[in-house]
Structures are given as structure tokens and as C-alpha cells.
């Protein structure tokens, strides 16, 4: 109870560098990023005495394991540069606009919204808008595919959000048209372009995120192409190992969030006597001990895997070197 204290006093420090982060450092690379939050920033949150933890991290403020597995079951590369603009692309204010000349965004964005049935479009299709149109109206994802830098001013009423209430329902307007909004609805943009020229009122409407990948991130992926080669059923078993390990920590979660909207209902049958409940608890505390046991005896066969990957980590790195020199 007293560290929670502690912590609720430092939140103000950690939430004013989180919504820094947020607001300011997508367009940057990772050593900028790095030198503004845990540098400049940290500095002047210690001069100011404003209360902030000192071993806090971005990827531990603003997400979660559970969501980072997810992700990583999804195709995000699981270096700390991926992890923030994960972040970045989750709770950002404004649609996303990536800088992704190693299409690691598109790879992502595509396996993520897969099961919403996503809508790949391009400024250049003729029936675009119609398309889009359909998405606001359905609540589907929308992907714009390597745009180039100038964005069609016709979706500058979605970008900007610009939606009101008609009658009760949300409404926004597109054209001559006036589309009914569903708020599932979600847009992202990519370009393949390394280093864009956006003008700011780009940076005003939309969130751009530097996915440009650091030789460690392009090492880290290479890695998982030469051994799908050279070892294919061990780079199998990885992936099958990541997406078993995401849904084993999802599950986890669950039963901890339904454990706590049990215990907060208000009932005047007394805790003891109340049999749901236990019988809740009892069926809870059995599975989160085998998923328990599931989640570490994962960490050992990872453990093995990155032993047996070790070998070809030069091969990668080599590969990441002649990708940046050319």
C-alpha cells in the first residue's frame, strides 16, 4: 500500500512525460526519442521538482506484456523503437501517418485489422471515396497504402474529426455527402518514402510515426528470415511459441479483470457465505496456476530457441550492416 502511495505522488511527472512522448516524439528517430524523454526531459522534471519515478519507461507506462505479446504475435518486431510507435499507433489523437520504407507498418497494420475485414485503399483509386464512404459507415479499418506527400484535402474533414450531432446521431461530412459515423471506425496512412517533406499543417492533422528501423531492429528481423531458411520448423515453432504465450497472458488478464468485478459487486450476502463467488475464485486460482506453468515453461523452450538462433545472429547483423550502407 505504501509503494501505491509513492506511485500515485510520481504519476504527475510520469503522466506529463507520457503525454510529452505522445504529443511530440513520432517523427523522430529512436536516438532522439531516447535523449528527449530520458534525457532533456527527465532533466528538467528533477530541476522543476516535479515528483517522477526514476525507473520509469515508456513501454511499461503506457502498455502492457499482454499487449506487447499481442503485437508481437501480429508482426511488430519486438525492439524498443516497435514497442513505442505500437504505442504510438494505439493511442495516438490523430490518425496515424507512417514513414515505413521497410514496410514493417504495412505488415502490421494488415495482421492486425485482418479479422475487422480492413480496407486497403489508395488516393489514385477512382472509386476511393465510395469505399470509404462504406468504412465510416460500417465501422471498418481503412489502410492508405505508400501515399506520396500530398494527401487529398477530401478526407481532411476525417482527419480533422470534424464530426456533429444531428438529431442524436454522429454524423460527418465527406463531400456533398453526409455519412453516419461508427466510432470503429479507424484510418491509418503509410508511405514508402525514408525522410517525407510534410508541410506542417500535415503534422497538425495527422500522427506521424518514424518507422524507420535501427540496425538492431533490422538485425532482429533479418534474423527471423535466415533462420525460417536455414531451420524452417524452428522458426515455426517460435511463432507458434509467440502466439501461445500472447494468449496465455491475454487469458490472464481476463481472469484477473473478472476476479476484480466480481469482488467489486455489491451484494449483502457476506463474503464467506457468498458460493459464486468462491466457486469463481477456485475456478480462477486453478487456471492462472496452469497458465501460470504454461507461461514459464514457455520462457524455457524460448530460452532454447534463442540459443539455437545465436549462431546466425552474425549472418543477420551482416546482412542489416549492407541494408544501411547501401
Known amino acids: 500500500m505504501e509503494g ?68 508481437s504475435a501480429e508482426g511488430l518486431p519486438s525492439d524498443e523503437l516497435s514497442i513505442q510507435n505500437g504505442i504510438l ?16 507498418a504495412v505488415v502490421w497494420i ?30 471498418k479499418p481503412v489502410l492508405f497504402e505508400a501515399i506520396d506527400e500530398e494527401i487529398d484535402p477530401m478526407v481532411d474533414p476525417i482527419l480533422e474529426k470534424n464530426i456533429v450531432v444531428q438529431a442524436g446521431v454522429r454524423m460527418i461530412k465527406l463531400g456533398d ?20 517533406n510534410y508541410p506542417p499543417e500535415t503534422f497538425g492533422k495527422t500522427m506521424i510515426i518514424n518507422f524507420c528501423v535501427t540496425m538492431l531492429g533490422l538485425r532482429d528481423q533479418l534474423l527471423n528470415e535466415v533462420v ?24 490472464l488478464k481476463e481472469l484477473e ?24 475464485l477456485e475456478t480462477a486460482k486453478s487456471k492462472s496456476v496452469e497458465i501460470g506453468i504454461a507461461i514459464e515453461n ?7 530457441i534463442e540459443q539455437s538462433r545465436e549462431s546466425y545472429k552474425d549472418v543477420a547483423k551482416r546482412a542489416a550492416i549492407l541494408f544501411f550502407a547501401m
Do not use: H
Request: hydrophobic share 35%; with cysteine.
Open 110 to 139: 494488415k495482421e492486425k485489422e485482418k479479422k475487422f475485414n480492413l480496407e486497403i485503399l489508395s488516393f489514385n483509386q477512382g472509386d476511393y471515396i465510395k469505399r470509404l464512404e462504406m468504412a465510416i459507415s460500417f465501422g
Open 228 to 251: 525460417g531458411f536455414e531451420r524452417p520448423e524452428l522458426e515455426k515453432l517460435r511463432k507458434q511459441l509467440v502466439i501461445e504465450t500472447s494468449q496465455n497472458r491475454a487469458s
Open 298 to 304: 514457455a520462457k524455457v523452450t524460448e530460452a532454447d
Open 89 to 104: 499507433t494505439k493511442n495516438a489523437s490523430r490518425w496515424p501517418l507512417c514513414v515505413d520504407p521497410q514496410l514493417q
Open 4 to 71: 501505491l502511495g509513492v506511485d500515485k505522488i510520481k504519476l504527475v511527472g510520469d503522466c506529463l512525460s507520457g503525454s510529452a512522448f505522445l504529443s511530440y516524439c513520432g517523427a523522430f528517430n529512436y536516438e532522439l526519442r531516447q535523449k528527449m524523454v530520458y534525457g532533456k526531459w527527465k532533466e528538467d522534471l528533477r530541476e522543476k521538482n516535479i515528483p517522477n519515478k526514476d525507473d520509469f519507461r515508456l513501454e511499461k507506462f503506457l502498455t502492457n506484456d499482454v499487449e506487447i505479446s499481442r503485437w
Open 257 to 280: 479483470d473478472t476476479l476484480l468485478s466480481e469482488l467489486s459487486k455489491e451484494t449483502d450476502i457476506p463474503l464467506v457465505d457468498n458460493v459464486a463467488l468462491i466457486e469463481t
Open 177 to 196: 455527402s453526409n455519412i453516419e459515423y461508427n466510432d470503429e471506425f479507424r484510418m491509418y496512412m503509410t508511405t514508402k518514402i525514408a525522410n517525407p
